[in-house]
Nanobody
Framework: QVQLVESGGGLVQAGGSLRLSCTASGSIISVNAMRWYRQAPGKQRELVAHITHSGSTSCADSVKGRFAISRDNAKKTVYLQMNSLEPEDTAVYYC??????????????WGQGTRVTVSS
């Protein structure tokens, strides 16, 4: 009974900013790596950014310098700060996390997605 819930999506003009949040809840011992993926219409889901439990990060080349991933371990929350948004960033953004649950099992969970639309 682990859930990931995203928030923060919406409609923004090109050049604008949005901040996505994703919080894990439920029967959790610890949250390991957390990630943001996105899926644009007619395209495959792609990895946008990754952060380890200790805070090491990596981003896709297409968003480097514009997006930043961060986390608050106490809140079991990961963030994606998106700046200088482009119409090509329009997609449904999904949170993903590797979680140790109270059954002592490490599983990967997905959120339900939050839609980001960037108008030109």
């Amino acid at each position: 009974q682990v859930q990931l819930v995203e928030s923060g999506g919406g409609l923004v003009q090109a050049g604008g900013s949005l901040r996505l949040s994703c919080t894990a809840s439920g029967s959790i011992i610890s949250v390991n790596a957390m990630r943001w993926y996105r899926q644009a219409p007619g395209k495959q889901r792609e990895l946008v950014a990754h952060i380890t439990h200790s805070g090491s990060t990596s981003c896709a080349d297409s968003v480097k310098g514009r997006f930043a991933i961060s986390r608050d371990n106490a809140k079991k929350t990961v963030y994606l700060q998106m700046n200088s948004l482009e119409p090509e960033d329009t997609a449904v953004y999904y949170c993903n996390a590797d979680i140790w649950d109270t059954m002592a099992e490490l599983k990967t969970y997905w959120g339900q997605g939050t839609r980001v639309t960037v108008s030109s």
